[in-house]
């Protein structure tokens, strides 16, 4: 069973920065990725970013390139989320998720075998 627990939300003011982590535990998986996704109040679930293990392949949607950058730390078993420039539309919940099949994060798709509880990200402008 894959736990995944996502930290590091909070309160912050347009244009500052924040980094949210995302501990993982119990995976077997010969590969693996790890996604970033955000889900606003009223709004569905949408993919922000993925990181593949073996290479460290990054994928972002077109509208957070440039200020989503997501890394991972092998030795922790944590990816991170960098989010820079906040916007008050960023505020959102953000899940951190993975699948035995690595194609369907990195695809962003929202039906993923197991994900974390979120951590709450408000912006205010």
């Known amino acids: 069973q894959v736990q995944l627990v996502e930290s590091g939300g909070g309160l912050v003011q347009a244009g500052g920065s924040l980094r949210l982590s995302c501990a993982f535990s119990?995976?077997?998986?010969?590969?693996?990725?790890v996604g970033w996704f955000r889900q606003a109040p009223g709004k569905e679930r949408e993919f922000v970013a993925a990181?593949?293990?073996?290479?460290?392949?990054?994928y972002y949607p077109q509208a957070v390139k440039g200020r989503f950058t997501i890394s991972r730390d092998n030795a922790k078993n944590i990816v991170y989320l960098q989010i820079d420039t906040l916007k008050p539309e960023d505020t959102a919940v953000y899940y951190c998720?993975?699948?035995?099949?690595?194609?369907?994060?990195?695809?962003?798709?929202?039906?993923?075998?197991?994900w974390g509880q979120g951590t709450q990200v408000t912006v205010s402008s």
């Open positions: 990181i593949t293990w073996s290479n460290s392949n990054t």
């Open positions: 998720a993975t699948d035995f099949r690595p194609a369907r994060v990195v695809g962003g798709r929202t039906d993923l075998d197991s």
């Open positions: 119990g995976h077997t998986f010969n590969d693996l990725a």
